[in-house]
C-alpha cells in the first residue's frame, strides 16, 4: 500500500527488477531491468515498459507495478493505471 497524489494505492500485483533478482525472473522481465538513476528517490517513477506498467524505485530496489487498486476505483493494469492517470517519469509515488 503507497500513496497517489493524495490517494491510497493498492499494489496487487509486482514483481521486483534488478540484477538481484535477474536469475528467479522470467525472460521476458528480467530483460527489462533499466539502469538506476544514481539520483532516483524512493518512489520515484523511474520507466515505463509499453504495455506492462510503471517501474518504481523502492528501499529494496526496482519494482514494476503489474496492477494496482487506486481507492474507490477497480484494479488495473500497471500500464492502464500509467495511461489512465497521465503517470510521469519522475513522479513520486508515497506522500510527496
Given at each position: ?13 509486482s ?5 538481484a ?9 528480467a ?10 528517490k ?5 520507466t515505463?515498459?509499453k ?19 487506486l481507492s ?25
Amino acid at each position: 500500500m503507497t500513496t497517489f497524489r493524495g490517494q491510497s494505492l493498492k499494489v496487487k500485483a509486482s514483481a521486483p527488477i534488478g540484477q538481484a533478482w535477474q536469475d528467479q525472473l522470467p525472460t521476458e522481465l528480467a530483460a527489462l531491468a533499466p539502469e538506476i538513476p544514481e539520483t532516483a528517490k524512493l518512489g520515484e517513477v523511474i520507466t515505463m515498459i509499453k504495455n506492462i506498467g510503471p517501474i518504481v524505485m523502492t528501499g529494496d530496489g526496482l519494482l514494476l507495478l503489474r496492477e494496482v487498486q487506486l481507492s474507490g476505483k477497480k484494479a488495473a493494469s500497471g500500464w492502464d493505471f500509467a495511461n489512465g492517470t497521465r503517470l510521469a517519469i519522475g513522479e513520486l509515488l508515497g506522500g510527496s
